[in-house]
């Protein structure tokens, strides 16, 4: 895993999923997200990084995701994931 973390920008939302999922095994192989310029997640988003990890863990690394606003903190932790998603 590099030690350089992905950067995510803007929303993170329905619309713009598919397009990062094309990016999933690039943002995935950081091991590392970078998630402070992020301005709206939402549950597609909060899908989108579930599925970044298990690509992580796939590879036997840890997905770590660094900035994330309390907004999509409260949400993980509404959907239960706050618990498989490592957020620092």
Known sequence: MSATAEL???EVCFAGVPLLLKRADQLAATGTLDLS????VDSAGLALL???NRRCR???GKLVLRGADERLLRLARFFGLDGILHFE
């Open 8 to 10: 995510l920008e803007g």
């Open 58 to 60: 796939a590879r036997g």
């Open 37 to 40: 310029r992020v301005t709206r």
């Open 50 to 52: 579930l599925e970044l």
